[in-house]
């Protein structure tokens, strides 16, 4: 006989975590959580992988009770922004002061965040299928119908509602047959973890650079996590420097603004694209997180664009009956509340990718005059500092 859930979830990321957690908390709802690795270990060193959460994020993870378990090591929080373009004088700041907010958000160590997660899962009433996937889904009487296999044994699991939050390359989107449109920006994205000669000053800086942005991104101990997006040719060029030369690369494309720079981790890379889904549900199958979009991690609002559709799904099942939280007309209403955010977001980090790479002197020189315009506006850089916080 095959277990029977209300709700099953495929992916014990950040966001599958989260979402199951949160529904665990706020319904009465049977759910079952399916992720193909093993239970996180703790993290034994800090990791380079940061995650930058607004005020949403932070809201959804503690009304969980797990932001509250991450130590100030491993959730920093940042009060300001500073945003420069290395080929016009223009430049941009964002201060947490002007909307009366205590920071801007908190830059989190997702490794230790996801293990912190998944412990929660482990000790809540969420049944946890760890180190196993899903072998095949068919349907019965209107659910869907698995086959996980675990260490080479099969299970039966029956689900109302299935949630794929499986990743950008998700497994479950593809068996729903929903097609993600992918643009590759040619260019791959460099991580890791440094320390400044000079203060951070709980400070997000952030470079757009002639082969792509540079952001610093403030920790504890005077640490920051690096996201370095550059043309492949220049990634690779970044990556077979020795340690003390891509450290002088680095402090350069900062402008020297805070000083030596010391490499604390070694460097990953990883390639950056956009991919969106061109509907978010198809049957009784629902997209959340990178499932459903992927988009470049400039202005660092992947994750939080997750948690917002977490929030947005959570809330429209707890309103519905249990016999309805797979209809077409609950999950067209998640639909029209997430794509068209994500899908303005995706756009504008393509936009901005593109505008940055022109170097036409006129255009370079109408560029830093409009950051400096907008710099000089304090009521439109309010709006889009909580916009970009989630409030």
Known sequence: MAS???????????IG??????????SDFS???????????EPEIDNQRVVALGALAHDFLDSIGVFQTLGPDHAHPYSTMHVWDENSDGELNFEADSLNQAN?????????CNYKLQQALLSSNVSCYFNSSVASIGYQSKRAKLEIETAGALDSLSCNLLIAADGARSWLRQQAKIFANTQAYGQKGIVATIETELSHQDCAWQGFLETGPVAVLPLANNQSSIVWSADDLRAEELLSLGERDFETALSQALKNRLGRVSLR?????????SVQAERYFAGNIVLVGDAA????PMAGQGANLGFKDALALGRLLISADKSSIASPRLLSKYQRQRQSDNRQT???????HHAYRVDVAAFMLARGAGMNLLNAL???RKALTAQAMGI
């Open 31 to 41: 759910v079952c959580l399916i992720e193909r690795q093993p239970v996180l270990n």
């Open 346 to 352: 995706d756009a504008l980090m393509t936009v901005l």
């Open 104 to 112: 801007l958000g908190h830059m989190v160590d997702s490794p230790m």
């Open 4 to 14: 029977r859930f209300d709700i099953g979830i495929v992916g014990a990321g950040l």
């Open 293 to 296: 979009h992927s988009i470049h």
């Open 265 to 273: 981790s070694k460097r990953l890379s990883f390639p950056l694209k």
């Open 17 to 26: 975590s989260a979402l199951a957690l949160w529904l665990n908390k706020h």
């Open 378 to 380: 304090p009521l439109l």
